[in-house]
Every structure is written in structure tokens, then in C-alpha cells.
């Protein structure tokens, strides 16, 4: 299941910001708790200046000491064949929002999900 809250409305290239939730929503999917049904909430609010985005799910999640490196390319928290992927959508997504003049960073901890924020001005 994914819900969302109503989203504002932002100024940015509408490929881009499409690259960064389609990245965001396919790994809050793909490393779900094959025990649960995925649940992923996208939300956003105003805070001085700048919109931010919220995109958490119920997956397997991460150890926190990793919420920096996930956004290295090519790095990956699980063996190659465990998970598709190349280990590039989120370096590309930290990359597409810093050149928008936001930031992107991740909180989780193991087995309780992930919450990924990004900002952009407003």
C-alpha cells in the first residue's frame, strides 16, 4: 500500500523529481519484510523556506551508522543478488536534489522501516 498526504506544489525539473520518488517508492518496495505487507506514506511540509518530503515504510530498514554511505554509488547494504539493483538510485537522487539547492538524507534502524527525507526551497 502507498499512501500519500496531499503534496505542494514545488519548482523543479518534473522528470527529475519523478526519478526521485519512483527511486525512493521502488526501494521502500524492495526491501520490504517479505512478512508484511509493504507499506510506504509520502508526505510533505513547509519548514522556513524549504518544502520536505517524507517518504517511510515498513521494510527491513538499515543500521543507522549506514544513513551516510547508502547514498555512495554503488554501494549496497546486501549481497549483489539478494536485491536487483546497481547502487545507483540513490546517489542519483542526492545528486537531483542538490542540484535543485535541497538535501537528502535517512533514518531507520534494523527490522522498523526507513524514513527517507528530502527538501527542497519553497
Not at 510533505?44 to 543507522?64: H, L, Q, S, Y
Not at 538510485?89 to 539547492?101: D, M, N, P, Q, T
Request: with cysteine; hydrophobic share 40%.
Amino acid at each position: 500500500m502507498i499512501a500519500y498526504d496531499d503534496l505542494p506544489a514545488v519548482s523543479a525539473n518534473p522528470v527529475q523529481l519523478m526519478q526521485v520518488f519512483q527511486s525512493l517508492l521502488s526501494n521502500a518496495i524492495k526491501y520490504q519484510n517479505p512478512e508484511n505487507t509493504p507499506h510506504v506514506w509520502v508526505s510533505a511540509e513547509a519548514r522556513m523556506g524549504e518544502i520536505v518530503f517524507r517518504v517511510k515504510d515498513n521494510g527491513t530498514g538499515f543500521e543507522p551508522e549506514h544513513a551516510e554511505s547508502i547514498f555512495a554509488p554503488f554501494k549496497r547494504l546486501h549481497a549483489q543478488g539478494r536485491h536487483s539493483g546497481t547502487g545507483l538510485g540513490l546517489a542519483i537522487c542526492r545528486k537531483i536534489v542538490e542540484a535543485h539547492g535541497g538535501r537528502i538524507w535517512a533514518e531507520a534502524k534494523p527490522g522498523q522501516g526507513a524514513i527517507f527525507f528530502f527538501t527542497l526551497p519553497n
